[in-house]
């Protein structure tokens, strides 16, 4: 069956830097889109960023410039990198993964960023 398993969330301060992984297993990694998702307390899970299997990318306008999504299929392993956090982008961080139109979804890591 198809797991995705987070990693590299925490808490860093405003401005800091921080790295998510999200390793895929059970699904041709190679040859689906995988993105990025958030949810902030109260609120509504918000796209972050996708990537194709081609590797272009694609972002919310909240992070352009911040965040960079990418991806090793060999590893299948797509990654988040996120740069000069703030506090609004404190959320549980998800993975999801689209094959044959269905979409899957990993447990989540916390990210808090603290002001």
């Known amino acids: 069956h198809v797991r995705l398993v987070e990693s590299g969330g925490g808490l860093v301060q405003t401005g800091g830097s921080l790295r998510l992984s999200c390793t895929a297993s059970g699904i041709i990694f190679s040859g689906n889109p995988m993105g990025w998702y958030r949810q902030a307390p109260e609120k509504q899970r918000e796209l972050v960023a996708t990537i194709t299997p081609g590797g272009s990318t694609n972002y919310v306008d909240s992070v352009k410039g911040r965040f960079t999504i990418s991806r090793d299929n060999a590893k299948n392993t797509v990654y988040l990198q996120m740069n000069s956090l703030k506090p609004e982008d404190t959320a549980v961080y998800y993975c999801?993964?689209?094959?044959?139109?269905?979409?899957?979804w990993g447990q989540g890591t916390q990210v808090i960023v603290s002001s």
């Open positions: 999801n993964a689209q094959q044959i139109g269905l979409s899957y």
